[in-house]
Structures are given as C-alpha cells and as structure tokens.
C-alpha cells in the first residue's frame, strides 16, 4: 500500500469525524431550540431546553475524567486490525446511531414524559459521547503508529488536517438544503424534525463511511518500539501523564494559548451583529477562514521543513497579535474587521499541527523517560485540553454578552461605550496577554524538537526490549 492512499485514507477517517463533530457541536443545539420544544408554552420550552443544556454540561465536564482512561483502555487493545481501528470503527457505527435517535423526540416522550425523556436523553448522550470519544482519541492518537519519522508524521497529519477542514466546514454548507429537503414543514428556513433527523442519518453515514476507508486503507507500523512487557494500570494512567513533563508543559502552554484563541473566535460573531452592525458580513469571514485554512494546511510541512516547528510556533504567534491589535483597530469598518480577522485565523491551523506533533512526539519521550510506551493515553491529552478550554471560554462568552449588554433584542445602537470598551477588553486584550504567556511557557519549558526527537528514536532502537517494564 502506497504512503500516497494511506494518507487519503487516514483523511477520509478525519474527515468524516470532524464532520460529526460539527454536527455534534453546533446543529443539535440548533435542532433542540427550534424543534424539539417549540410548545406554544414559552415557559415549558425555556424551562426544558434549560435541562437539556444542563445535563450536557455536566456529562462533558465529567468526560474530561473518562478520556484519560478511555486511551488507557485503547492502549490495551490488542487484535488482528491493530489497536485503533476497531475503536474508530465502532465508535463511528454507535455514536452515529445513537446521534440519530437524539435528533428526535424518542418515540414522542419529549412531549407526553419529560421526566422519561430526560433519562433515556442521558443515557444515549452519554453512550453517544463515549464512543465518539473513543473514536476521537483512536483516530488521533494513530499518528505514532503509522510512522516513527517526524517527516512522515507531519505529512500525515498535514492530509489529516485537510480533511478535517473539509469535513468541518461541509457542514456548514449542506445543512439547511438537506433539513429542508427532506422537511414537510419548512417552518421559516429552520425546518421540521424530519428534516433533521435525515440530517443526522446523512451526518452519521457519512462518518461511518470515513471510518470504514481509514480502516480499509491504513496500517499499523509493526515495530518491536511498540511493544510494552507490561499493561499501564488503571491506577497508573495520570502517574505516567503527569511523569510525562514534555506532555504536561505543551498541554499547559496550548491551554492557555487556545484559551485565547477560542475567546476571539468565539465572539467574531459578536463583533458582526454588535459592534459592526451588520451580520451579512460575517459569512465572508467564513470563506476567507476556509481558504486560508487550507491554504496553512497544506504549506505546514514546507514550512517546518524552511523553519522547524519552534520557529513556526512564534511566527505563528507574532502574526496573530499582530492581527488582535488590527482587528481592535478596525472599529466598524468591514475592511479591517476582515482583515484583522482573517489574520488571526491564518496561523491556527499551523499551531494546533506543531502542537499535535510535539505530543505525538512525546509518545517516544515519555517511552524513553519512563520506560513504558502510552499512545493512546498521551493523545488523548490534546482533545482534552480542547473540551477544557471550550468550556471554560463558552462560560466566558455567556457571561459578557450578558454583562456588556449583548443579548435578547440588543443592537449594535445600544451598546452603550462603557460597554464596548468592557467588550474589547474580554475580546482584545485577554487574549493578547494570553497568548503571550502561551508563547514564554512554550520557550522556557518545550524543549522536544525534531532532532531531539530522531535522537530519541534512535536510542529506543538500541535499547528498547532490553530494559523495558
């Protein structure tokens, strides 16, 4: 099997998940809003959506403990397709399913059982989130053992991150035809739940199709450097993450810098309606967002390859506060808004990549340091500092829109000075002071590059098998 079809199909697999995910993260709410309670009692369906965002809450919060032990148990797979696929592929099946289901109204409970409904809701969230979990951590967390070499490693991840793109944003533009399409109520452009459901059924085919390819065209590098002579325990698995201290300070660093990057990201739209004043323009924004996107994507291993991973990094960097002080600049006009914008996009894909590599990289790290090897376990780090940071910023976000009057029937004419200027300090100048503490953390304390890397392999190739647990 050539290197060429085995990263198409890596991309189809990444693909297909991040267009779940989307699904998962932006349209069910839209779905749970706009048809699943839609009673003429306001109250009731206020009241109802309220419990429904609630228990979600708390089912992602407790996933950040599940993930460490869902890569642990990845980690301990051992079949005749290899350690990741089974899981990408049943996680992709069950989750798919499951997602379907919750895009109704369960055999009508919604309306004639609240209470029943709530609990089967539960249930089929939870058993929905943990396998697209699972699969989320397989999927990723398969980088390492498709090729030892950092090169190889960045070009895979390069086709990865295409297709997620792709995947992401497809979204976006497929939605609302196939809803209505396929509703019999148009019910204002927001259609019916017949229309929803066939989105989620279309949504969830379309995942599993990505995950069947990714298993079909994709091999596990054997290697004797991926054998450990004993299991990590339950009781083991944050003992080995927190002895990891290259994983630990890349987590950290990348915390604190997507705490940052979310807040901005998070409140362009905002921007558009609130301060612009005019929210037709924002979906230039996303256009400019995918080209450029891809555009980072598909430079990134040109890139590393002129200037390393850590020079990308602060060039990355720099770009993007150069960007925050254009984008506070612009005021309302569109030209810089778009501007400031776009440029502050423009780096994000090249960051979230030299930071996924540096953790994959510290599989080996942490295998040479503690004389086990982790993959699962170590991967699963990245998603989990992303659910992290996008709790924490989304409470962040509800709580200034509310606080700087951003809300209900507010316009951009309403929005009095004091509480624009409180506005651009929450949008602005956090986020400024954020990434800069990010880009120190990373300087003083992230120290895996390439060429530590290649050492460290070649040391395991000398040593492993002979003194590992």
């Known amino acids: 099997m050539s290197k060429f079809l085995s990263r198409v199909a890596y991309a189809s697999g990444t693909f297909g998940h991040d267009f779940f995910y989307a699904m998962i993260g932006t349209y069910f709410m839209i779905f749970v809003t706009s048809n699943l309670f839609n009673t003429d009692d306001t109250h009731y369906n206020e009241y109802m959506i309220g419990l429904v965002t609630t ?14 032990f869902i890569g642990n148990t990845i980690d301990k797979t051992k079949t005749r397709w290899g350690k990741f696929k089974p899981w990408v592929l049943s996680g992709a099946v069950i989750a798919a399913v499951t ?58 991840a390069t086709y990865a991150r295409i297709g997620s793109v792709f995947g992401g944003q497809l979204v976006t533009i497929i939605v609302i035809p196939i809803v209505l399409a396929f509703s019999h109520n148009a019910n204002g452009g927001a259609g019916d739940a017949t229309g929803w459901f066939a989105f989620a059924a279309i949504g969830g085919l379309i995942a599993t199709a990505g995950a069947v390819i990714l298993g079909i065209g994709t091999k596990e590098h ?17 003992s080995v993450l927190m002895k990891n201290d290259q994983l630990l300070w890349i987590a950290f660093a990348y915390l604190i810098f997507g705490l940052g990057q979310n807040l901005i990201n998070n409140f362009n739209l905002y921007y558009f309606i609130y301060v612009l004043g005019d929210s037709t323009q924002f979906s230039f924004l996303g256009v400019i967002n995918v ?9 990134f291993p040109t890139l590393t390859k002129k200037f390393s991973r850590r020079k990308l990094f602060f060039i990355s960097i720099t770009i993007m506060l150069i960007a925050i002080v254009v984008y506070y600049m612009a005021g309302q006009n569109v030209y810089m808004t778009l501007l400031g914008a776009g440029l502050f996009a423009l780096p994000q894909p090249l960051i979230f990549l030299v930071v996924l590599m540096t953790i994959t990289d510290s599989v080996e790290y942490g295998q040479l340091k503690l004389g086990h090897r982790d993959e699962a376990l170590v991967l699963c780090v990245r998603p989990l500092i992303d659910k992290l940071g ?7 976000v509800g709580f200034t829109a509310v606080w700087v009057g951003m809300s209900g029937k507010a316009t951009a004419a309403s929005i009095t000075p004091e509480n624009l200027l409180n506005f651009q300090l929450i949008m602005f100048a956090a986020p400024f002071i954020l990434i800069v503490i990010a880009g120190f953390i990373y300087r003083a304390k992230v120290s895996l590059t390439e060429e530590k890397h290649a050492e460290i392999v070649r040391e395991l190739e000398r040593t492993w098998g002979k003194d590992n647990k």
């Open 222 to 238: 054997a290697s004797a450097l991926r054998e450990n002579k004993t299991e990590t325990s339950f009781k083991e698995v944050f």
């Open 55 to 68: 228990v979600i809450l708390v089912i992602r919060v407790a996933e950040l403990f599940i993930d460490p």
């Open 390 to 396: 996008g709790a924490i910023t989304s409470a962040i």
């Open 291 to 299: 080209v450029i996107g891809l555009m980072a994507v598909a430079l």
């Open 99 to 156: 997602l379907a289901i919750l895009f109704t109204d369960i055999g009508g409970l919604a309306a004639t059982s609240p209470v029943t409904y709530l609990i089967v809701f539960a249930i089929l969230y939870i058993i929905m989130d943990i396998f697209y979990s699972a699969k989320d951590v397989a999927i990723w967390s398969m980088i390492p053992a498709l090729s030892f070499d950092s090169r190889e490693r960045e070009i895979t």
